[in-house]
Protein backbone atom coordinates (compact mmCIF):
# COMPACT_ATOMS: atom_id res chain seq x y z
CA UNK A 1 0.00 0.00 0.00
CA UNK A 2 2.38 2.29 0.89
CA UNK A 3 4.58 1.82 -2.25
CA UNK A 4 1.20 2.39 -3.88
CA UNK A 5 1.15 5.93 -2.13
CA UNK A 6 5.04 6.42 -3.03
CA UNK A 7 4.21 5.37 -7.16
CA UNK A 8 1.11 8.19 -7.03
CA UNK A 9 3.30 11.13 -5.67
CA UNK A 10 6.00 10.61 -7.67
CA UNK A 11 3.51 10.47 -10.86
CA UNK A 12 2.20 13.89 -9.80
CA UNK A 13 5.69 15.17 -9.45
CA UNK A 14 6.45 13.81 -13.06
CA UNK A 15 3.71 15.39 -14.21
CA UNK A 16 4.18 18.75 -13.35
CA UNK A 17 7.39 18.21 -15.41
CA UNK A 18 5.96 16.75 -18.21
CA UNK A 19 3.38 19.61 -18.72
CA UNK A 20 4.53 22.69 -16.63
CA UNK A 21 7.74 23.94 -19.32
CA UNK A 22 8.72 26.18 -16.13
CA UNK A 23 9.25 23.35 -14.01
CA UNK A 24 12.90 21.11 -14.46
CA UNK A 25 13.45 19.20 -11.41
CA UNK A 26 11.09 17.30 -9.13
CA UNK A 27 12.44 19.62 -6.09
CA UNK A 28 11.36 22.49 -7.97
CA UNK A 29 7.93 20.82 -8.27
CA UNK A 30 7.81 19.80 -4.72
CA UNK A 31 8.58 23.10 -3.87
CA UNK A 32 6.72 25.66 -6.07
CA UNK A 33 3.41 23.75 -7.88
CA UNK A 34 0.37 24.92 -5.57
CA UNK A 35 -1.37 22.32 -8.03
CA UNK A 36 0.91 19.73 -6.50
CA UNK A 37 0.74 21.06 -3.00
CA UNK A 38 -3.24 20.88 -3.57
CA UNK A 39 -3.16 17.21 -4.97
CA UNK A 40 -0.88 15.82 -2.10
CA UNK A 41 -3.12 17.28 0.53
CA UNK A 42 -5.78 16.15 -1.23
CA UNK A 43 -4.46 11.93 -1.03
CA UNK A 44 -3.51 12.68 2.66
CA UNK A 45 -7.53 14.26 3.49
CA UNK A 46 -9.08 11.18 1.00
CA UNK A 47 -7.25 8.63 2.86
CA UNK A 48 -8.66 9.69 5.86
CA UNK A 49 -12.26 10.38 4.72
CA UNK A 50 -11.54 6.66 3.91
CA UNK A 51 -10.54 6.00 7.38
CA UNK A 52 -13.96 7.84 8.68
CA UNK A 53 -11.96 10.77 9.85
CA UNK A 54 -14.54 12.92 7.87
CA UNK A 55 -14.19 15.87 10.12
CA UNK A 56 -10.59 16.32 10.12
CA UNK A 57 -10.17 15.86 6.80
CA UNK A 58 -12.60 18.20 6.07
CA UNK A 59 -10.24 20.99 8.47
CA UNK A 60 -7.77 19.94 6.55
CA UNK A 61 -9.09 20.56 3.16
CA UNK A 62 -10.12 23.59 4.16
CA UNK A 63 -6.69 24.97 5.33
CA UNK A 64 -4.73 23.80 2.04
CA UNK A 65 -7.86 25.87 0.55
CA UNK A 66 -6.63 28.63 2.54
CA UNK A 67 -2.75 28.48 1.39
CA UNK A 68 -3.13 26.95 -2.58
CA UNK A 69 -6.88 28.38 -3.18
CA UNK A 70 -7.34 25.11 -4.77
CA UNK A 71 -10.78 23.06 -3.12
CA UNK A 72 -10.61 19.50 -3.72
CA UNK A 73 -13.25 17.40 -1.59
CA UNK A 74 -11.67 14.51 0.20
CA UNK A 75 -14.56 12.40 -1.02
CA UNK A 76 -13.48 13.03 -4.63
CA UNK A 77 -11.56 10.00 -6.44
CA UNK A 78 -8.66 11.43 -8.53
CA UNK A 79 -6.20 9.29 -10.42
CA UNK A 80 -2.56 9.52 -10.33
CA UNK A 81 -0.81 11.71 -12.84
CA UNK A 82 -3.21 14.66 -12.02
CA UNK A 83 -1.57 18.02 -12.77
CA UNK A 84 -3.28 21.32 -11.59
CA UNK A 85 -1.72 24.21 -14.03
CA UNK A 86 -1.40 27.60 -11.62
CA UNK A 87 -4.37 26.37 -9.78
CA UNK A 88 -5.91 29.31 -8.08
CA UNK A 89 -9.84 29.18 -8.44
CA UNK A 90 -9.90 25.45 -8.76
CA UNK A 91 -13.07 23.69 -7.32
CA UNK A 92 -13.74 19.85 -7.17
CA UNK A 93 -16.91 18.37 -5.89
CA UNK A 94 -17.73 15.66 -3.73
CA UNK A 95 -18.62 13.09 -6.25
CA UNK A 96 -16.44 14.22 -8.56
CA UNK A 97 -14.39 10.68 -10.07
CA UNK A 98 -11.11 11.82 -12.23
CA UNK A 99 -8.84 9.28 -14.28
CA UNK A 100 -5.38 9.10 -14.78
CA UNK A 101 -2.94 11.92 -16.17
CA UNK A 102 -5.53 14.09 -16.07
CA UNK A 103 -4.58 18.07 -16.50
CA UNK A 104 -6.80 21.06 -14.87
CA UNK A 105 -6.13 24.36 -15.46
CA UNK A 106 -6.93 27.76 -12.77
CA UNK A 107 -10.45 28.32 -12.41
CA UNK A 108 -11.95 25.41 -13.36
CA UNK A 109 -15.23 24.11 -11.42
CA UNK A 110 -15.98 20.41 -11.52
CA UNK A 111 -19.23 21.37 -9.94
CA UNK A 112 -22.85 19.76 -8.82
CA UNK A 113 -26.17 19.69 -9.95
CA UNK A 114 -29.45 18.21 -8.22
CA UNK A 115 -30.51 15.17 -10.09
CA UNK A 116 -33.45 13.60 -9.20
CA UNK A 117 -34.55 9.81 -9.58
CA UNK A 118 -37.96 8.16 -10.72
CA UNK A 119 -39.00 8.69 -7.33
CA UNK A 120 -38.18 11.69 -6.72
CA UNK A 121 -35.28 11.56 -4.54
CA UNK A 122 -31.80 13.08 -5.19
CA UNK A 123 -29.54 11.08 -6.49
CA UNK A 124 -25.88 10.07 -4.58
CA UNK A 125 -23.49 11.34 -7.83
CA UNK A 126 -23.85 14.67 -8.56
CA UNK A 127 -20.59 15.91 -9.71
CA UNK A 128 -18.96 15.11 -13.33
CA UNK A 129 -16.86 11.85 -14.16
CA UNK A 130 -13.76 12.76 -16.05
CA UNK A 131 -11.35 9.58 -18.01
CA UNK A 132 -8.09 9.71 -18.88
CA UNK A 133 -5.72 12.10 -20.07
CA UNK A 134 -8.60 14.74 -20.24
CA UNK A 135 -7.19 18.55 -20.74
CA UNK A 136 -9.69 21.57 -18.90
CA UNK A 137 -8.75 24.68 -19.65
CA UNK A 138 -9.07 27.91 -17.41
CA UNK A 139 -12.43 29.08 -16.16
CA UNK A 140 -14.43 26.02 -17.35
CA UNK A 141 -17.42 25.18 -16.29
CA UNK A 142 -18.28 21.13 -16.18
CA UNK A 143 -21.18 20.49 -14.24
CA UNK A 144 -23.45 17.64 -13.10
CA UNK A 145 -23.24 13.76 -13.26
CA UNK A 146 -21.67 13.97 -16.64
CA UNK A 147 -19.16 12.09 -18.61
CA UNK A 148 -16.33 13.30 -20.24
CA UNK A 149 -14.20 11.10 -22.27
CA UNK A 150 -10.85 9.56 -22.69
CA UNK A 151 -8.48 12.24 -24.36
CA UNK A 152 -11.22 14.59 -24.36
CA UNK A 153 -10.46 18.52 -24.33
CA UNK A 154 -12.33 21.44 -23.10
CA UNK A 155 -11.71 24.70 -24.11
CA UNK A 156 -11.34 27.65 -21.93
CA UNK A 157 -14.19 29.39 -20.44
CA UNK A 158 -16.42 26.47 -22.01
CA UNK A 159 -19.64 25.66 -19.89
CA UNK A 160 -20.51 21.51 -20.41
CA UNK A 161 -23.41 20.52 -19.13
CA UNK A 162 -23.95 17.11 -21.30
CA UNK A 163 -21.45 14.17 -21.87
CA UNK A 164 -18.13 14.78 -24.31
CA UNK A 165 -17.40 11.97 -26.20
CA UNK A 166 -14.20 10.66 -26.22
CA UNK A 167 -11.30 11.85 -28.21
CA UNK A 168 -13.32 15.06 -28.92
CA UNK A 169 -12.54 19.08 -28.23
CA UNK A 170 -15.33 20.96 -27.05
CA UNK A 171 -15.75 25.11 -26.66
CA UNK A 172 -18.33 27.91 -26.30
CA UNK A 173 -21.29 28.44 -23.77
CA UNK A 174 -22.76 25.55 -24.06
CA UNK A 175 -20.03 24.04 -24.86
CA UNK A 176 -20.27 22.29 -28.71
CA UNK A 177 -17.75 19.72 -30.18
CA UNK A 178 -15.07 21.53 -32.93
CA UNK A 179 -12.78 18.39 -33.72
CA UNK A 180 -12.23 14.91 -33.16
CA UNK A 181 -9.01 13.53 -33.15
CA UNK A 182 -9.44 10.30 -35.43
CA UNK A 183 -5.57 9.82 -35.16
CA UNK A 184 -5.76 9.65 -31.11
CA UNK A 185 -3.22 12.12 -31.09
CA UNK A 186 -1.43 11.94 -27.48
CA UNK A 187 0.10 15.70 -28.19
CA UNK A 188 -0.31 17.64 -25.06
CA UNK A 189 -2.76 20.71 -25.93
CA UNK A 190 -2.48 23.65 -23.56
CA UNK A 191 -5.41 24.77 -22.12
CA UNK A 192 -7.39 22.33 -23.93
CA UNK A 193 -7.65 23.86 -27.26
CA UNK A 194 -6.10 23.25 -30.45
CA UNK A 195 -4.90 26.43 -32.14
CA UNK A 196 -5.60 24.80 -35.59
CA UNK A 197 -9.04 23.32 -34.26
CA UNK A 198 -12.05 24.65 -36.76
CA UNK A 199 -15.02 25.61 -34.76
CA UNK A 200 -18.19 24.02 -35.99
CA UNK A 201 -20.49 27.13 -35.62
CA UNK A 202 -17.87 29.37 -37.09
CA UNK A 203 -17.26 27.22 -40.53
CA UNK A 204 -21.72 27.00 -40.50
CA UNK A 205 -21.78 30.58 -40.19
CA UNK A 206 -19.27 31.22 -43.05
CA UNK A 207 -20.96 28.82 -45.07
CA UNK A 208 -24.15 31.21 -44.45
CA UNK A 209 -22.33 33.91 -45.28
CA UNK A 210 -21.40 32.29 -48.93
CA UNK A 211 -25.27 31.31 -49.77
CA UNK A 212 -26.63 34.93 -48.78
CA UNK A 213 -24.32 36.39 -50.75
CA UNK A 214 -24.81 34.22 -54.07
CA UNK A 215 -28.64 34.46 -53.40
CA UNK A 216 -27.78 38.30 -53.61
CA UNK A 217 -26.13 37.80 -56.59
CA UNK A 218 -29.21 36.06 -58.54
CA UNK A 219 -31.60 38.63 -57.30
CA UNK A 220 -29.49 41.05 -58.81
CA UNK A 221 -29.33 39.07 -62.09
CA UNK A 222 -32.66 38.32 -61.96
CA UNK A 223 -33.98 42.48 -61.48
CA UNK A 224 -31.48 43.53 -64.54
CA UNK A 225 -32.68 40.64 -66.60
CA UNK A 226 -36.47 41.91 -66.04
CA UNK A 227 -35.52 45.93 -66.30
CA UNK A 228 -33.98 44.45 -69.79
Not at 142 to 148: M, N, R, W
Request: aromatic share 8%.
Amino acid sequence: MKKKENSTILSDLDAVIARDPATHSRFEAALFSSGFHAISCYRLNHYLWQKNWKLTARFLSGICRFFTGIEIHPAANIGKGFFIDHGMGVVIGETTDIGENVTLYHDVTLGGATVFDKNGKVTTKRHPTLGDNVIVGSGAQILGPIKIGNNAKVGSNAVVVKDVAPDTTVVGVAAHKVEKNKTKDKTFCAYGLNGNAPDSFDEDFKKLQIQIKNLHEEIEILKKSKMS
